[in-house]
């Protein structure tokens, strides 16, 4: 079983940033892969960027290559989303989610484990 806390978010103005923060529980937190996703309302969720447990292999998705960074402090347990040069669009209820499958997980269902979610608004 894994826990996941997120934290970081806010109401920030277009072109600030801001880092999310998703602490786990659990003595095997570095063979997890670990995702971001997001979810606007009256919107799905929707993939952000993944990292995966021991080699910290990243992917994101289009939106989010060159502005956003996903790490991993394997040593705190800890997953982080670097996001700058936000836009309105970015608004979204951003999730922190975890999965023992060490292949490239990009979809919700992939993922076993979930925070409750952390919200971020980004005003114009």
């Known amino acids: 079983q894994v826990q996941l806390v997120e934290s970081g978010g806010g109401t920030v103005q277009a072109g600030d940033s801001l880092r999310l923060s998703c602490a786990a529980s659990?003595?095997?937190?570095?063979?997890?892969?670990m995702g971001w996703f997001r979810q606007a309302p009256g919107k799905e969720r929707e993939f952000v960027a993944t990292?995966?447990?021991?080699?910290?292999?990243?992917h994101y998705a289009d939106f989010a290559k060159g502005r956003f960074t996903i790490s991993r402090d394997n040593a705190k347990n800890t997953v982080y989303l670097q996001m700058k040069s936000l836009k309105p669009e970015d608004t979204a209820v951003y999730y922190c989610?975890?999965?023992?499958?060490?292949?490239?997980?990009?979809?919700?269902?992939?993922?076993?484990?979930w925070g409750q979610g952390t919200q971020v608004t980004v005003s114009s």
């Open positions: 659990g003595r095997t937190f570095s063979y997890y892969r």
């Open positions: 990292i995966s447990g021991r080699a910290s292999i990243t």
């Open positions: 989610a975890g999965t023992p499958n060490s292949n490239v997980v990009l979809t919700p269902t992939g993922y076993n484990y």
